[in-house]
């Protein structure tokens, strides 16, 4: 037996076989496959670099443990089911769970499902998938992913990142690693969600029950108005026919009315004269009444009357005589004004017929002039001449007018009585002062 080493090469071996033999084309063939096995040997023991498409690569193409994550991160269940439907006809029954195992399982290998599945994936990324292109290099492609963990495309970056040209064995690793602690915080999350989603649902079903009770108040309140309203309309419209029927007796009457003035012309004077009259007759009661007080009082002898018998008593009424009686001339007394005039120089307009039915009533001539007022100042001389007595209510009349009756009656020595406020009253004392003036003046025989 043939001793040989352990580190004899194969060729060697070969070699020394087939230079034993006789056949000399054997010999040959046994020198070739020496030679082959020996270079297939040396290129065996040499490392031959892996080439890297510049292709994506597709979902079949990816790792086997890698389908779990990208099937349930990149897509939901319920478009998982109706993708495997047409597809797996059998699925249709089993639970979420199968379904995902049967995905997982269609996906390593290329079929109708997982060319189903590449597509769903690249139109529902593909946004995502052309920013990819321009990802050059393994450590940008880290670098996107990094970043991609902390915002919310994780779905998106997970399907790029994988199915890169630049993706290696440790970064499908890293991604895995990933997901799998970003499922666990989203599992995390969820409770988180579940837990507040109750926490609304209770919030919500409270505050159902007080908008329940809210709503039956406002709808118990919009009845109450609704009726008040119906009772407010109900009396407005009785308010209104009532308004109706007393503007149609206001028109009836005012016809009425029309027609009594048309029968009647002077029917409205005629009431304006009546009132009037009804009017003067009560001042003229109420004057009256105090005339006989008045001249009860100056018939009735005062104590220092008596002790000055025989002086004449200066009469109370605020009056002054402009000038006195020359001597001689005729004075007045109180039956000389019987058939006299007296002129009454101002007074209120409404009170003229007062004033004259107080002189005529003494039997005097009643003259008057309003101090300027309306009447000319002309007739005012006029008036004066024919004047036997003038009373002056100088509260009343211009400036003009109380000069020229001063003045008249200082160059006539005309009696003139003078009072401050105009009024009935004031005519009334200041005759009777005109009066007791003239007979204080008469000469005792």
């Known amino acids: 037996m043939c001793q040989t080493s352990s580190s004899t090469p194969l060729s060697d071996l070969l070699r020394r076989g087939f230079a034993a033999s006789d056949d000399a084309a054997g010999s040959d063939l046994a020198r070739a496959v020496a030679r082959q096995v020996q270079a297939r040997a040396g290129a065996a023991t040499e490392p031959v670099p892996v080439e890297r498409s510049s292709r994506r690569r597709r979902l079949w193409e990816l790792p086997r443990n890698v389908f779990c994550p990208v099937l349930g991160t990149c897509l939901t269940i319920d478009r998982l089911r109706r993708l495997t439907a047409a ?67 994780v779905a998106a970056a997970l399907w790029v990142t994988l199915t890169h040209p630049d993706c290696d064995a440790a970064l499908e690793e890293q991604v895995q690693r990933d997901i799998h602690m970003l499922q666990h915080q989203a599992g995390v999350g969820v409770r988180a969600d579940v837990q507040r989603l109750d926490a609304l649902q209770r919030e919500n079903g409270t505050l159902g029950r007080e908008l329940a009770a809210a709503q039956q108040r406002t709808t118990q309140m919009l009845a109450e108005k609704s009726a008040q309203i119906e009772r407010q309309q109900a009396e407005l419209v009785r308010l209104r026919a009532r308004l109706i029927t007393r503007d149609t007796t206001i028109d009836d009457l005012r016809a009425q009315v029309a027609q009594l003035e048309d029968a009647s012309p002077s029917l409205r004077s005629r009431q304006a004269m009546a009132r009037q009259i009804e009017q003067q007759q009560a001042r003229i009661r ?63 307009t409404a009170s003229v017929p007062v004033y004259r039915q107080l ?19 002309g007739q005012l001389d006029a008036h004066l001449a024919a004047a036997d007595l003038v009373i002056c209510q100088a509260g009343c009349i211009s400036h003009n007018a109380y000069w020229r009756v001063k003045d008249h009656c200082r160059r006539t020595g005309k009696q003139c009585v003078f009072v401050d406020r105009p009024s009935a009253s004031g005519l009334v004392r200041g005759l009777e002062q005109a009066i007791s003036t003239a007979a204080a003046q008469v000469p005792s025989n």
Do not use: N
């Open 359 to 377: 002189v005529e009533v003494r039997g005097a001539r009643f003259l008057h002039h309003d101090g300027g007022e309306e009447d000319a100042a």
């Open 87 to 153: 597809v797996l006809p059998d699925c249709a029954a089993v639970d979420d769970y199968e379904l995902h195992c049967r995905a997982i399982a269609e996906s390593a290998r290329r079929s109708e499902l997982s060319e189903r599945l590449q597509r769903e994936l690249d139109t529902r990324f593909e946004r995502a998938v052309r920013q990819s292109r321009a990802i050059k290099g393994h450590a940008a492609l880290v670098a996107h992913w990094r970043q991609a963990c902390a915002g919310s495309e």
């Open 286 to 348: 109420e004057l009256e009444m105090r005339l006989q007080g008045s001249r009860r009082q100056w018939q009735t002898p005062r104590p220092t009357e008596r002790a000055d018998a025989g002086r004449p008593v200066p009469s109370p009424v605020v009056a002054v005589p402009v000038a006195a009686v020359p001597p001689g001339g005729a004075v007045l007394v109180a039956e000389d004004l019987r058939d006299k005039a007296v002129l009454c120089v101002g007074g209120r």
